[in-house]
């Protein structure tokens, strides 16, 4: 049987950590029965969805599979969504997350994280041809979800643009259909949150809108994981990057996210990848 270097990698930690207390259970069991349970969503565009005739793609979709045969594994997807991957990944019922989730502080004290394998940025999602640059933002309405980091962030940019009228000029929604709608009426603007969401929203009607940066911060979007595994953690973390370095996930990307696709999003980072 021919093995790929990380799947030398992985036999070599089982072999010489056998009896040993450090490999966690989800290693132990990957390791034994060859089977890989990722959690990957159905109901998320682009990242994972169901098509107009009922398969299952999506980015999402195909980085778990890959990320599978990387690691000589068979690749068991289950479906979960933003709301479902966390308890899902606590109760044992998936052994890795994907679901366009952003690597935060507040979710540190319940998972682990991979490497980051997309790098997301806050943007302005606005009728296509409506606005060229964010100085013509000045005295116009933004919307925003209500309670969120977005609120301020568009009354940051409002200011910047000269408009002392910011905060009035901020309008706050529930939830992020509302958001939509208002942009969809010209009620608004534009409406301000995390690329990814924003795609979503604008795939709904392809070619009527378009998106435009608003920040130059970018947010690390990763894998969870379970925590107190490292050696999981690792072969994770060696897959993503061998994957960055031979092609696969730049080729993934561009398949989503390159110029000519529905989702255009030109890559905001770089994937690290440490050395032998």
Not at 229 to 239: G, M, P, V, Y
Request: aromatic share 10%; proline share 5%.
């Amino acid at each position: 049987m021919k093995f790929t270097r990380l799947g030398l990698i992985f036999i070599a930690i089982f072999v010489l950590s056998a009896g040993e207390a450090w490999p966690g259970p989800v290693f132990d069991r990957v390791a034994k029965s060859g089977v890989v349970r990722v959690g990957v969503p159905y109901n998320v565009t682009p990242q994972g969805f169901l098509g107009t005739n009922g398969e299952w793609t999506g980015f999402e979709v195909d980085l778990a599979a890959e990320m599978a045969r990387h690691m000589n594994l068979k690749l068991e997807s289950v479906k979960i969504n933003p709301k479902t991957w966390g308890p899902m990944l606590v109760r044992g019922q998936v052994d890795a997350a994907l679901c366009r989730i952003r690597h935060t502080r507040s979710l540190e004290s319940e998972f682990d994280f991979s490497v980051p394998y997309f790098f997301d940025s806050r943007q302005i999602l606005v009728i296509k041809g409506a606005v060229k640059n964010l100085s013509e933002l000045k005295g116009r309405k933004i919307a925003a979800l209500q309670g969120s980091t977005a609120e301020k962030a568009a009354m940051r940019l409002l200011r910047t643009a000269g408009d002392d009228a910011a905060e009035k000029n901020v309008t706050s929604f529930p939830d992020r259909a509302s958001c939509f709608m208002a942009v969809g009426r010209e009620k608004v603007l534009g409406w301000i949150d995390s690329g990814m969401i924003l795609l979503e929203y604008a795939s709904k009607n392809p070619g009527r809108f378009e998106l435009i940066s608003a920040s130059d911060a970018v947010e690390a979007v990763a894998m969870a994981l379970p925590q107190d595994d490292s050696a999981w953690r690792d072969l994770i973390n060696f897959t993503i990057q061998d994957m960055a370095a031979d092609g696969t996930l730049k080729k993934l990307y561009d398949k989503w996210f390159g110029p000519d696709t529905p989702y255009s999003f030109p890559s905001r980072g770089s994937i690290e990848i440490w050395p032998e």
